[in-house]
C-alpha cells in the first residue's frame, strides 16, 4: 500500500511568501548623487559630500555637470571630501588657462625671435580662415585633470562602472544640440568635455561628437540617475538662476544667463524628480568666485545637514573602500609598457612625439614621467590637446596611446604696444609651423614704429632629429631713429639702416640652456649728424662679417611679469671688415634672476657687464637708460664702449591683479677700462604700479636719479 505523501500547508505557504515580499521591500534603495554645473560656486558640492560622509552615507553612483562632473569624478575615484578639497585648493585657478603654461620648459631656440601677439588669424591646409572656438587655452587643465585621474582611470579599464562608485558625466554634442552621456573612455577627458563652457573654452572631440558643457541641456541631470536605475535621488543645485540684471552685465553674466536659459525646462523637470533637493544658499558668489573656497564649502555642508537624519537611515558605510585608490596606485606602478601608440597626428611625424616622451617602451610606467612628458609635448606648442589613456590593459602590462590634436600649421599675428620713450609700435607676422611634420617654424615679421622698423624672415629647427641639437637663421633688414641726448636734453636724432644674414648651430642643455656659435654677414649705413658732439656721426657705409659665440639661459616662467627663473646672455663676437685695420671684439654678460616667496614677494637681481674694443661705427656701442636699464634718464642716453650696471627689484601684490614694483640699478658707461671708475657709477631708482591686462601689462612708474633728475613713465603692451 503506498504511503501518502503529506499535504502542503496553505498557511505555510501563505507566511513563506509574505516574507519574501517584505524581504524584498525591506531591500536598500540604489541612491544617486547628482551634481549640478555652476563653475566656482561647485565648490559647495564638496561640503554637501562632508556632511555625508560624517554619517556613513555614500551613494549607489555619482552623476555630474560640468563642475559637478570634477568633483563627483573625483568622488567616484575614491577621493575622500578633504581630498578633493586640497585638490581645489592646490589648484591655481588664475593660472589654468594662461597662454603659456609651460614656457619655463620650452626650449631656448623656441624663444629666440618670438613676437608676443595680441591676436592671431589661423589657415587651415587650403590657406581658409579658420575662427577661433575658445578664447583660453587649456593645456595645464589637462595636465591637472591627467594628474590626478591617471590612477583611477587605469584601475576602471576606461569603464565607468567599474570605479570605486559608478559615475557619469554630462556634455552637449554642439554638433546636435543634444545631451551625451559619457560612461566610458578617459574619465579626465570626459570630465574635460562636460565643463568645455561655449566659447571660452575649446570643444572636446570624443567619437563622432563635438562636446561642450553640459549645463547647456541638462545642469541637473536627475534624469540620467533615474536611466541608471536609482530608487533615490539626491540633486545638489548651485546654478545660478534666471534673474532680472542690469544692461550692464559683465561677460560672465552673460553666458551664465544664456545658459541657464537653455537649460531652464530640463533643469525644472529634473529637480522635480529628486527625493532630495539640497539648494545651498551661495546667490552672493557667482561662477568666477574661484578664491571663495572655505565659503562655499561651508555652505553646501550646512545645507546637508537638515536631510541627514532621514538619510542616515540609508547609510552604510561598507560602500565605500578606502583601499581602492591606494590599490590602483601600485598596480599602475608596477606596470610595464607594452607599446606606445600615437594617434591624431595627421601631419606631425611620430619621432617629433616621441622624443619629448620620457616613458619608454618595455620599462615601468613613471607617473611622474608621464606628467613631464605631457607638459614636454604641450610646451613644444604643436598641439592643442594631448591625452595619455590605457589600452589592451592585462595584469602586469599596457598599451599606452597618446592621442593628439594638432595645431594649425599656418597664422598669421598682430601685436602692438605703447610706451613714454619709444611711443607707438606694432607688428604683424606670418608663420608656417611644424614644416613637413618636422616640427620647423619659418616666420617673416614687419615690425613698425615712428622709431624702428625691422622685416625679418627667420627659420629654427628647436631639434635636429632625437637630438637637442638646434639650428637658427635669419635675413633681415632694420631701419632705427636714436634720440641723442646731452647732459639730458635731446638734441637730435641718429638713423642708421642695417641689413644681414646670420645663422647659429649649438646644442641645448636640459632644455632651458644653448650653446651655440655661428656667423653673421651684415651692412650698416649710418647718416651724418652735426648736433651730436660727444662722439662723430658721419655718412658712412660699412660691410662686416662676425663670429658669433654665445650662451643663453632662458627658464622664466612668465615673459612679463616673471615669477621665478632666470634669463642668462652670454655674448663673444669677433667682427671683420675687408681693412684688416677695423676689427672689432665685442664680450656682453647679461643676468637676471627671480625668485617668488611665500607666493607674493618676488625678489629680482640684475648685472650687466659689456666691453667693446672699438666702436666701428655709434651704433655699435653700449647703450645705457631707462625704466628698467637706468631709471632716471632716458632710454639710451648713455653710450659707451664699456658697460656695468647692477641692479635688485622687487614686486608685490597689492590687491587682486595689482603689483607695486620698484628698481633700483647702479651704473654707467665709459670709453675704455682705462677711464673707469667705481665713483662714476650713477644710482637710479624707480617705483611704480603693474597691471596686467588681455592687451599687455600696463605700467606707470615714477624714476628718479638722485641728483634731481626724475622721469614718469608709461607703458601698455608686451615688450617686443
Not at 651692412?523 to 662723430?536: F, K, R
Request: net charge neutral; aromatic share 12%; with cysteine.
Amino acid at each position: 500500500m503506498k504511503k501518502a505523501l503529506p499535504r502542503k500547508n496553505p498557511v505555510c505557504i501563505t507566511l513563506i511568501v509574505l516574507f519574501v515580499c517584505q524581504t524584498i521591500v525591506a531591500a536598500p534603495p540604489k541612491t544617486a548623487l547628482v551634481l549640478s554645473g555652476g563653475g566656482a560656486r561647485g565648490f559647495a558640492h564638496i561640503g554637501v559630500i562632508r556632511a555625508l560622509e560624517e554619517i556613513g552615507f555614500y551613494p549607489d553612483m555619482i552623476i555630474g555637470t560640468s563642475m559637478g562632473a570634477l568633483v563627483g569624478g573625483l568622488y567616484a575615484a575614491g577621493n575622500t571630501s578633504q581630498e578633493i578639497e586640497s585638490y581645489i585648493r592646490h589648484t591655481k585657478w588664475d593660472k589654468l588657462f594662461s597662454p603659456q603654461p609651460y614656457r619655463d620648459i620650452e626650449f631656448v631656440s623656441q624663444k629666440i625671435g618670438d613676437l608676443p601677439e595680441l591676436f592671431s588669424l589661423k589657415f587651415d591646409d587650403n590657406f581658409n580662415v579658420i575662427f577661433p572656438e575658445n578664447l583660453l587655452p587649456t593645456q595645464k587643465l589637462q595636465e591637472r585633470l591627467f594628474r590626478v585621474m591617471v590612477y583611477p582611470e587605469y584601475a576602471s579599464g576606461g569603464d565607468f562602472d567599474s570605479l570605486l562608485v559608478p559615475f557619469r558625466a554630462v556634455a552637449t554634442d554642439i554638433k546636435t544640440g543634444k545631451s551625451v552621456i559619457l560612461d566610458h573612455g578617459s574619465l579626465g577627458k570626459s570630465i574635460a568635455a562636460s565643463s568645455a563652457f561655449p566659447i571660452i573654452l575649446a570643444p572636446v572631440p570624443i567619437d563622432s561628437f563635438l562636446l561642450v558643457d553640459g549645463g547647456l541641456t541638462n545642469n541637473v541631470p536627475a534624469d540620467v540617475a533615474k536611466d541608471m536605475g536609482a530608487d533615490f535621488i539626491i540633486a545638489v543645485d548651485v546654478t545660478s538662476k534666471i534673474t532680472t540684471i542690469s544692461r550692464n552685465m559683465d561677460l560672465v553674466s552673460y553666458f551664465n544667463q544664456a545658459m541657464n536659459t537653455l537649460a531652464y525646462l530640463t533643469d525644472t523637470r529634473n529637480l522635480n524628480l529628486s527625493d532630495i533637493l539640497i539648494h545651498p544658499e551661495i546667490e552672493e558668489y557667482s561662477s568666477s568666485d574661484f578664491d571663495a573656497v572655505d565659503s562655499l564649502i561651508q555652505r553646501g555642508y550646512k545645507a546637508t545637514l537638515p536631510y541627514l537624519p532621514e538619510l542616515k537611515a540609508m547609510a552604510d558605510s561598507s560602500k565605500w573602500s578606502a583601499d581602492y585608490l591606494p590599490d590602483a596606485i601600485d598596480r599602475l606602478n608596477n606596470t610595464v609598457i607594452r607599446k606606445i601608440n600615437i594617434r591624431g597626428n595627421r601631419k606631425t611625424r611620430p619621432y617629433i612625439i616621441k622624443r619629448e616622451l620620457l616613458l619608454k617602451e618595455g620599462e615601468r610606467w613613471k607617473s611622474a614621467y608621464a606628467q613631464r612628458s605631457l607638459k614636454n609635448l604641450f610646451s613644444t606648442g604643436l598641439f592643442r590637446t594631448v591625452y595619455l589613456t590605457f589600452e589592451n590593459q592585462s595584469k602586469d602590462s599596457t598599451d599606452i596611446i597618446i592621442d593628439v590634436e594638432e595645431e594649425k600649421n599656418a597664422l598669421f599675428s598682430f601685436g602692438a604696444r605703447y610706451d613714454s620713450e619709444r611711443k607707438a609700435s606694432a607688428f604683424i607676422t606670418a608663420n608656417y609651423r611644424n614644416l613637413f611634420g618636422t616640427g620647423i617654424d619659418n616666420q617673416l615679421s614687419l615690425i613698425i614704429s615712428d622709431l624702428y622698423r625691422k622685416l625679418e624672415w627667420n627659420t629654427r629647427s628647436t631639434r635636429v632629429l632625437t637630438t637637442t641639437f638646434t639650428g637658427y637663421s635669419s635675413l633681415y633688414h632694420k631701419f632705427e631713429t636714436v634720440p641723442l641726448y646731452q647732459s639730458g636734453k635731446r638734441i637730435g636724432y641718429g638713423d642708421y639702416y642695417r641689413s644681414g644674414f646670420e645663422f647659429n648651430a649649438g646644442v641645448q642643455v636640459r632644455r632651458v640652456g644653448l650653446t651655440a656659435v655661428g656667423f653673421k654677414l651684415e651692412n650698416t649705413q649710418t647718416m651724418e649728424n652735426n648736433n651730436y658732439t660727444l662722439y662723430p656721426i658721419k655718412d658712412e657705409e660699412i660691410n662686416t662679417a662676425s663670429i658669433i659665440g654665445r650662451i643663453i639661459v632662458e627658464s622664466t616662467d612668465d615673459p612679463d611679469i616673471p615669477r621665478r627663473g632666470r634669463r642668462n646672455n652670454i655674448v663673444w663676437e669677433h667682427c671683420f671688415t675687408k681693412n684688416e685695420l677695423n676689427k672689432m671684439d665685442r664680450i656682453l654678460v647679461e643676468s637676471t634672476v627671480y625668485e617668488t616667496y611665500n607666493d607674493n614677494h618676488t625678489f629680482s637681481t640684475r648685472l650687466k657687464f659689456g666691453y667693446l674694443s672699438r666702436a666701428l661705427t655709434q651704433y655699435d656701442r653700449f647703450r645705457l637708460g631707462g625704466v628698467n636699464s637706468l631709471p632716471g634718464y632716458h632710454e639710451s642716453e648713455l653710450w659707451g664702449n664699456l658697460i656695468l650696471a647692477i641692479g635688485i627689484g622687487y614686486r608685490t601684490n597689492l590687491t587682486s591683479g595689482i603689483y607695486a614694483h620698484m628698481l633700483a640699478i647702479a651704473g654707467n658707461v665709459w670709453n675704455s677700462f682705462d677711464e673707469f671708475n667705481w665713483t662714476d657709477m650713477k644710482v637710479g631708482g624707480r617705483i611704480g604700479v603693474l597691471i596686467p591686462t588681455p592687451v599687455g601689462p600696463v605700467s606707470l612708474d615714477y624714476g628718479y636719479d638722485f641728483k634731481n633728475r626724475s622721469l614718469i613713465y608709461f607703458s601698455i603692451g608686451h615688450n617686443f
